[in-house]
């Protein structure tokens, strides 16, 4: 088990006020905020440096005993990754990056898991709004947009991963206080190159995870039934997908070009092609080709 770093100090070779603009995590005041009677999440540690916490909170999750509502934040991610095994490279400090363990098993079937991505989704984009006064689109099935400089750029991602014993880890990564000179690619932004009023970690932390908590808990209620609980429409509403021309890059060397019109119940994005036939894709990797 990772040990808990409460981001007092990181020792005699790096003072933790090495970057005025990037100063650390408040742990124990995150942890007060969040962890109490009858919330979903019941620690949060944060640690200095990891390889990646999904990773990291898999291998807990394997050695058995490990509850629902476990965080796992990391100032800095070696190895992060994301869908298609992509790297996640940001200097330390500079995002939110972190990883929670969900156990949607009882009372939802696993084939309406699919929608844990897409709920992380609008939590984490309404949590940026709240907490960072910067608007952030969605690019299904797990990516997050936000503008600079009138060009749609992507400022994080999500990944969900089975553990194996019932239960699932959510990561999430976003570029908080990335500067230009830093973007790992001309096409990556951040919540400062979007203008966000604050880029305060602390506050954006807490507005992700209690967004994501009010979703997961409304979701869970109605059985992970995503239309009854609002939210297959709150996603519909945020997504940046919808509406455009689009090709789905598909498992097996396919592709598949056409109008996404709907995100159906399932979670799937349902594609109107050429040929008058409405395909749903449920896996795949999405180019936004032009405006609809």
Known sequence: MTPRD?????????????????PPLNAAAVRRALVREGSLWRDVDVVQRTGSTNSDLVARAAEGGLQEGVVLVAEEQTAARG????????????GLFFSVLLRPGDGVPMERWGWLPLLTGVAVATGLARAGGVDTALKWPNDLLVTVGGEE?????????ATGDGGVVVGVGVNVSLRAD??????????????????????????????????????RAAGGDAGACGLQEAYAAGCATLG??????LPGDRALVGEAVAVDGDGRLILAT????????????IVHLRAG
């Open 244 to 249: 455009r021309v689009v090709r789905a890059e």
């Open 83 to 94: 869908r298609l095994d992509r790297q996640w490279v940001a200097p330390a400090r500079s």
């Open 6 to 22: 409460d981001s007092e100090s990181s020792g005699p070779r790096r003072s933790r006020w090495s970057d005025l603009e990037r």
């Open 153 to 161: 750029r992507k400022a994080g991602g999500i990944l969900a991963e």
């Open 182 to 219: 830093e973007l790992p690619v001309p096409t990556a932004g951040s919540l400062a190159l979007a203008g966000a009023v604050s880029t305060d970690r602390d506050p954006l932390l807490r507005a992700v995870l209690r967004g994501l908590e009010d979703w997961y808990g409304r979701w």
């Open 274 to 285: 050429e040929a008058g036939v409405q395909e749903p894709v449920g896996a795949g990797d």
